[in-house]
């Protein structure tokens, strides 16, 4: 059973930075891409950011030089270090993964960061 556990979401005010961790467990096969998407409330979830097994990370235009995605191969790990928040950055953040093999899809369960203004 493939399980993407996420930590590191909390409050924060503007400004500040924080630290957002998901690991995979329980997979047979390697992970492919990897990456973080976030929804508030009344919005649709959006693609943060991603990154490839080879490291080539890829950003929403909102976070471009205020976010970034990092990744632990050997302990199927993605990071995702989020500096200069704003309150706009205020979302439920869910790590993605895409199992290498059988294409599928994994998702966490989500974790709550709330920027105050």
């Known amino acids: 059973q493939v399980q993407l556990v996420e930590s590191g979401g909390g409050l924060v005010q503007a400004g500040g930075s924080l630290r957002l961790s998901c690991a995979a467990s329980g997979s047979r096969f390697g992970f492919g891409a990897m990456g973080w998407f976030r929804q508030a409330p009344g919005k649709q979830r959006e693609l943060v950011a991603s990154?490839?097994?080879?490291?080539?990370?890829n950003y929403a235009d909102s976070v471009k030089g205020r976010f970034t995605i990092s990744r632990d191969n050997n302990k199927n790990t993605v990071y995702l270090q989020m500096n200069s928040l704003k309150p706009e950055d205020t979302a439920v953040y869910y790590c993605?993964?895409?199992?290498?093999?059988?294409?599928?899809?994994?998702w966490g369960q989500g974790t709550q960061v709330t920027v105050s203004s």
């Open positions: 993605n993964a895409v199992q290498q093999i059988t294409g599928r899809k994994y």
């Open positions: 990154i490839t097994s080879g490291g080539s990370s």
